[in-house]
């Protein structure tokens, strides 16, 4: 990260100055930051809701049946995690909302799936390969229907927005499978 | 179908808050008093991931607003041109793992611009639904729990955006 970031802004201030962007350039600063701002605002919200939903699920005992029932499939591609560990509910429930297209539970819950794995690590500061494989399946965004692509497809008169269905869930599910490939390879290869 | 997945995904969160408070109740939980105990925690938590998505929104509404996203676009667009690839799905491919109001916003733009049923917007559409945008979930998950060494996560993720561009303008390309 320290190196993108670096070379985000540093390329960017150069063109800034090489090309007279410069006013827009100060200007987005402050809208990154404004922006940054009003995102944490609506996490605060639904992160403190998930936080209070799961908190019941932890009172009652629910997590851990969750995570008993869904240990057999969970614990296939994450090896080590033990026994009937909280983290395993919040990954199913993540993976849930994401497949669902339920934006606003599923990162509260894979908040809370980092939570828990964190639970599990050791050096506080180092990611566990754990961490590792729950954010790759989530970057690979895998969900049954993108609804808010066929909204806007629908809203401007496409003659089928539906047909993007099949092309988008072979897509993600391809490269869902190809990024934990790309994963593990790096591990074996770096071990 | 689709009717009865986009009818099953609006029934999921208010079943699944009801099953969770019948049971906690029939647990005997204070289900009011535990809610609250865990919202608590939110509050924190977003604390922790502030500073992170501060960090890399700055850089990257910056990126783009010094003409360094137009340049790097335009340079991979005539790298790529044996491809025949539509300059949008070059933007989008850059634009998606940075921002997701970008995005969506580019989407609306060429949805608009170059027709619903144009090869661009096929192309952009199955990238729009199979990408995600990958600096704000590393800043959101890393940022929850302060994460500092990534090991070779982000360059995993990098190839595997990469990957995941290549097979959804293929994919679109069967639409």
């Given at each position: 990260m320290n190196v993108i970031w670096l070379l985000l802004l540093s390329v960017s201030i150069v063109f800034a100055v090489c090309t007279g962007n410069l006013e827009a350039f100060t200007k987005s600063i402050f809208e990154g930051a404004k922006s940054a701002v009003e995102i944490s605002l609506f996490l605060l919200g639904i992160v403190s809701i998930w936080m209070g939903i799961t908190r019941i699920l932890e009172d009652s005992g629910l997590i851990y049946r969750i995570a008993h029932l869904f240990k057999p499939v969970i614990s296939r591609l994450?090896?080590?995690?033990?026994?009937?560990?909280p983290s395993i509910s919040a990954i199913t429930l993540n993976v849930l909302a994401n497949l669902f297209g339920l934006g606003n539970a599923a990162t509260p819950l894979g908040i809370k799936a980092m939570q828990e794995l964190d639970t599990l690590n050791?050096?506080?500061e180092t990611i566990t390969f754990e961490m590792m494989i729950f954010i790759v399946i989530n970057t690979a965004s895998?969900?049954?229907?993108?609804f808010s692509v066929i909204g806007i497809l629908a809203s401007y008169n496409?003659?089928?927005?539906?047909?993007i269905v099949l092309p988008v869930l072979i897509a993600t599910v391809v490269s869902a499978i190809s990024a934990l490939i790309v994963l593990f390879s790096f591990r074996k290869v770096l071990k | 179908m689709i009717q009865y997945v986009n009818y099953l995904s609006l029934l999921i969160i208010p079943l699944f808050i009801l099953f969770t408070i019948l049971y906690g109740t029939f647990k005997k939980v204070r289900v009011y008093d535990s809610f609250i105990a865990g919202a608590k925690e939110g509050p924190g938590v977003i604390l922790n991931i502030f500073p992170y998505l501060l960090t890399i929104f700055v850089a990257i509404k910056g990126f783009q607003a010094s003409g360094a996203f137009d340049f790097i676009r335009n340079g991979f667009y005539h790298l790529f041109s044996f491809l025949d690839i539509p300059i949008e799905v070059i933007s989008m491919a850059i634009i998606k793992p940075l921002s997701g109001s970008a995005s969506t916003a580019l989407f609306t733009d060429i949805v608009k611009t170059s027709g619903p049923d144009s090869m661009a917007t096929k192309i952009t559409a199955v990238i729009m639904g199979s990408a995600e945008t990958t600096f704000y979930v590393l800043a959101v998950y890393l940022g929850a729990i302060g994460i500092k060494k990534t090991r070779y996560l982000v360059p995993v993720c990098l190839i595997a955006d990469f990957i995941g561009i290549v097979v959804a303008v293929t994919a679109a390309r069967f639409l």
């Open positions: 994450f090896k080590n995690i033990p026994g009937d560990h050791e050096d506080k895998i969900q049954l229907i993108p496409a003659k089928n927005p539906a047909a | -």
